[in-house]
């Protein structure tokens, strides 16, 4: 008599800790493209002379910025690697020697100046770009691109001459708009991009709901604009404070920014100056940089900038 033989399958039981780990394991090589049992690949050699260059620069990065502050706040040594004795007399003479109340003064004044200005006229001058055509509008793009693309004393000297000839030369005025001149296009060119991302029907929607044009640009816009625009501010704000060429064409004794005031003390008399003033005027120097940038990232943390375009796309 014949017998049919059923087959059966195992049902699934309660799963063990070690069936749960194996599976997991499975997971993880499936993702990475390995076998199961595969070794995951040694480093490729590239790899590891990125990471020695890196921290090759971070080495001679630190050590320079460790020799300028034992520098300020060491007296003179010779034959030992460290200086005898410690003071901050340095820092005192220096603040009242250079007058630094002023000059810090003159470098906020000037930093804050420009980046207002640089918003008030590459915001506009970027969403016309972002959302208009016109007849030479990439050659209008690519001149924008020319004060950044360009050393700053192939345009620096030709502007002092005109700021010379106005009369604003060593004014506080001429420095202001000689950095207007490479910082403005960077604001355009930094948002412009940024409006294009962002989906005309908003603004289309607001204005048929009769918002005129300064209403769509200040209620609507400018809401999803404002990361862009701390981000270019940040951006342009470290830009000035450390724009050397444009502000030494143009500046006099009572204009000079903080980088302006430290070239100009090592210069001096043939550089007669004490080497640990000098060395006391960089460190407050990186101090206020760090401190300005400290102060801009409080209001503005740069994934924002990142999230808000994600979220303009998907509108």
């Given at each position: 008599?014949?017998?049919?033989?059923?087959?059966?399958?195992?049902?699934?039981?309660?799963?063990?800790?070690?069936?749960?780990?194996?599976?997991?394991?499975?997971?993880?090589?499936a993702r990475s493209g390995r076998a199961p049992g595969e070794k995951a690949l040694v480093a490729a050699p590239s790899t590891w002379f990125v990471w020695a260059g890196m921290a090759a620069f971070l080495i001679f990065l630190l050590g320079i910025l460790t020799s300028v502050i034992v520098d300020s706040f060491g007296k003179s040594w010779f034959s030992t690697w460290l200086p005898e004795?410690?003071?901050?007399?340095?820092?005192?003479?220096?603040?009242?020697?250079?007058?630094?109340?002023?000059?810090?003064?003159?470098?906020?004044?000037?930093?804050?100046?420009?980046?207002?200005?640089?918003?008030?006229?590459?915001?506009?001058?970027?969403?016309?770009?972002?959302?208009?055509?016109?007849?030479?509008?990439?050659?209008?793009?690519?001149?924008?691109?020319?004060?950044?693309?360009?050393?700053?004393?192939?345009?620096?000297?030709?502007?002092?001459?005109?700021?010379?000839?106005?009369?604003?030369?060593?004014?506080?005025?001429?420095?202001?708009?000689?950095?207007?001149?490479?910082?403005?296009?960077?604001?355009?060119?930094?948002?412009?991009?940024?409006?294009?991302?962002?989906?005309?029907?908003?603004?289309?929607?607001?204005?048929?709901?009769?918002?005129?044009?300064?209403?769509?640009?200040?209620?609507?816009?400018?809401?999803?604009?404002?990361?862009?625009?701390?981000?270019?501010?940040?951006?342009?704000?470290?830009?000035?404070?450390?724009?050397?060429?444009?502000?030494?064409?143009?500046?006099?004794?009572?204009?000079?920014?903080?980088?302006?005031?430290?070239?100009?003390?090592?210069?001096?008399?043939?550089?007669?100056?004490?080497?640990?003033?000098?060395?006391?005027?960089?460190?407050?120097?990186?101090?206020?940089?760090?401190?300005?940038?400290?102060?801009?990232?409080?209001?503005?943390?740069?994934?924002?900038?990142?999230?808000?375009?994600?979220?303009?796309?998907?509108?």
């Amino acid at each position: 008599m014949a017998t049919d033989v059923i087959a059966t399958t195992p049902t699934a039981g309660p799963q063990t800790p070690g069936s749960e780990r194996a599976r997991k394991r499975a997971t993880r090589a499936a993702r990475s493209g390995r076998a199961p049992g595969e070794k995951a690949l040694v480093a490729a050699p590239s790899t590891w002379f990125v990471w020695a260059g890196m921290a090759a620069f971070l080495i001679f990065l630190l050590g320079i910025l460790t020799s300028v502050i034992v520098d300020s706040f060491g007296k003179s040594w010779f034959s030992t690697w460290l200086p005898e004795v410690f003071t901050p007399q340095w820092y005192a003479k220096s603040w009242e020697r250079f007058d630094l109340t002023h000059v810090i003064g003159v470098t906020l004044t000037v930093a804050v100046s420009v980046v207002v200005l640089s918003v008030l006229i590459g915001v506009p001058a970027a969403y016309l770009l972002a959302r208009r055509d016109f007849p030479g509008k990439k050659l209008l793009s690519l001149l924008f691109l020319l004060p950044i693309l360009m050393p700053p004393i192939t345009f620096g000297i030709p502007l002092a001459t005109v700021m010379y000839n106005l009369g604003l030369g060593r004014t506080i005025w001429a420095v202001i708009l000689v950095n207007l001149v490479p910082s403005v296009p960077f604001v355009i060119m930094t948002m412009t991009p940024f409006i294009e991302q962002i989906n005309p029907s908003i603004e289309n929607a607001a204005r048929m709901c009769g918002a005129s044009m300064r209403q769509v640009f200040t209620r609507v816009l400018a809401p999803l604009l404002i990361p862009g625009i701390l981000a270019a501010a940040i951006l342009v704000l470290v830009r000035t404070v450390g724009m050397f060429e444009l502000t030494f064409l143009v500046s006099g004794p009572q204009s000079d920014t903080l980088v302006v005031a430290i070239y100009r003390a090592m210069t001096s008399a043939g550089g007669g100056e004490a080497r640990q003033l000098v060395s006391a005027m960089a460190v407050m120097y990186t101090m206020t940089m760090m401190i300005i940038l400290v102060v801009a990232l409080r209001f503005v943390n740069p994934t924002q900038l990142v999230a808000r375009v994600k979220d303009s796309r998907e509108d």
